[in-house]
């Protein structure tokens, strides 16, 4: 069970962090001034789908909590390095950003590293 949570884990990081980005590329640009940045973070905070992707982090965490009760956390900690590689891949195709060759070095090692830390 402790890898399901795992996976939840990962699953609902990533989910969070494509749907913030998502309706973060909707939104106007960051006011300057503090009183308008204030403003404008707290009607973010009101937005459902950013909404939505704060509440899967915060079930990411209580996820987490319990794969930290199944493995210690020097074992479980490497896999979450998977959200990097997952989020990469996922914003190339969901927003085109670009992967880098140095991306791509990136990837393979933390890859390399969740196999050798997971043996």
Do not use: C
């Not at 195709?93 to 043996?119: A, D, K, P, Q």
């Amino acid at each position: 069970m402790g890898y399901v949570y795992i996976a939840g884990t990962i699953f609902l990081t990533v989910f969070g962090q494509l749907l913030i980005k998502w309706r973060m590329d909707q939104q106007n640009n960051l006011p300057i001034a503090p009183m308008e940045k204030f403003i404008y973070m707290f009607k973010l905070l009101l937005d459902p789908f950013i909404l939505l992707g704060l509440i899967s982090a915060f079930v990411a965490s209580l996820l987490w909590m319990l794969v930290l009760t199944k493995f210690e956390l020097s074992y479980a900690y490497p896999f979450t390095g998977a959200t990097y590689v997952f989020i990469l891949i996922s914003s190339y195709y969901l927003f085109h950003e670009s992967i880098s060759w140095t991306n791509m070095v990136g990837v393979s090692l933390i890859v390399l590293g969740i196999v050798i830390s997971s043996r």
